[in-house]
């Protein structure tokens, strides 16, 4: 799935195509289908009063069985050195048409940055989901909601609110359109409500191998 590699680290969903389960910047508890491999590569720029940068990212995701997944991500920023980190999934309730989906995992498990724990719930109707999980990292609690939305023809929106674990919360909006069966292509922007500037502008392109 893709999560943050730092905070400013953002993605995209497209649920019904591609296999990383992600709304934005937080997972959700989907079901993936068993052994397969998902691959994005993501390009964005960070904005913010004190500094700005231009970032690449590869972004590799393993399913090995139906409830559980890992991952690897690595970063570039421009003038810096390449910034790896691990994930990894597992989905204790699969999603039934009584009962949502719940998921517990890990995201940001790198060298120097402390990880983030998560519990996630995911509800999903015939055109739309809603997600909303809890987040621990050192003690301090965060929380997102978020909803996806598909329309005609094929497009997916995803907006998100995610509030860091002792951090500013993020509003973000995403679009995705598959192009084919196994590619899709989207474009995203998160602001900081603390700030109230928009602090994210990107777009990726996604392959489910």
Known sequence: MRWMVILSLLGTIVPYAIAREVVVIKPTANLNTPNSAYLEFDYYRFISPSESYLAKAVY???RSSARFDFGVDWVHIDGGAIQTAWNLRYVVLPE????PGVAL?????ADGVPPTLYLVGTRTQSQDSLHAGVYLRQGQVGWGIAHQQRTRPNLEVAIEYYRQPGG???LSLCLTQPVQARVSLSVYATANDRTRRLEVIGASVAFNL
């Open 96 to 99: 039934t048409e009584q009962a």
């Open 60 to 62: 590799v995701q393993i």
């Open 168 to 170: 500013d919360g993020l």
């Open 105 to 109: 995992g890990m995201f940001e498990m």
